[in-house]
């Protein structure tokens, strides 16, 4: 044990991350200067269940989204101070991920393109039919909820993947990897620093560019597109290289065929 321990070195990788916060029913906030309607709606929505606030003043309406980021936004059009499409082209420009219900007497095209293109995720007409306003509802923490599961998806991928080229960087021996046409998709540190090239030059560039002797290149083409698996993969091939920086290096190549 001694002897394994005074040839190893033991890395130790601390991953910080923020827990997920859960919550029992997405925050819903209705935004309407008409007092006796927004709590109208507000009760709707309790009694099926959802939690809702009300803002009867659309610039504090604004404020109040930008700090706590409802899952869905029921807004009307009409308001003092500003509009409904006013609130929405600032959360457009403050990119806030929220899912807006527009409710409004006003059903023109007019009206409704410039909702459409600011994002708005639906429009319900006033009167409207309570069962329509609580489907929108629904659609809207539905599409609220997947995105933010797929963003907390792709947040796990790239720590993932920020993880594994990480550990690729810090492996002592050089890898690589390489496209189906012979071309770099991949280079760790230890060869960067060995061939004293950086990333982004061989990034999409030929495996030939790192030798300028052609008959080494001659030599090595077959192994270096490698197509056979198994036992008749190339393994531990030495060959004698001249570094950049003159020195005469022996390495040993082993290549393997990722197939998809």
Not at 42 to 57: D, F, I, K, P, Y
Not at 89 to 108: D, F, R, Y
Not at 150 to 169: P, V
Request: with cysteine; hydrophobic share 45%.
């Amino acid at each position: 044990l001694d002897r394994i321990l005074s040839h190893s070195t033991l890395a130790v990788i601390f991953l910080h991350g923020t827990a997920a916060i859960s919550r029992d029913s997405a925050p819903i906030l209705v935004v309407d200067d008409d007092a006796a309607h927004a709590e109208s709606i507000r009760q709707l929505l309790a009694a099926h269940g959802q939690s809702a606030a009300v803002e009867t003043n659309p610039l504090r309406a604004l404020e109040r989204v930008r700090e706590e980021t409802p899952a869905v936004l029921i807004l009307d059009l009409n308001m003092p101070g500003m509009t409904g499409t006013e609130l929405l082209e600032n959360l457009v420009a403050g990119q806030v991920a929220t899912k807006t219900v527009v409710v409004s007497g006003e059903n023109a095209v007019a009206t409704l393109s410039p909702l459409l293109r600011l994002g708005a995720y639906d429009f319900l007409a006033k009167p409207f039919d309570p069962e329509q306003l609580l489907r929108a509802v629904d659609h809207a923490l539905s599409a609220w909820k997947l995105e933010r599961e797929n963003k907390a998806m792709r947040a796990r991928e790239e720590r993932a993947n920020r993880l594994s080229r990480f550990l690729l960087d810090a492996f002592p021996d050089m890898l690589y990897m390489l496209d189906r046409d012979g071309r770099f998709s991949f280079v760790n540190n230890r060869l960067r620093h060995l061939f004293a090239r950086d990333r982004v030059t061989l990034s999409g560039q030929p495996w030939q560019q790192l030798f300028a002797d052609e008959a080494l290149r001659g030599s090595l083409e077959h192994h270096f597109n490698e197509r056979r698996q198994g036992e008749r993969r190339t393994q531990r091939l030495e060959f004698e290289l001249t570094t950049a920086d003159g020195d005469t290096a022996v390495l040993e190549c082993s290549a393997r065929g990722l197939y998809t």
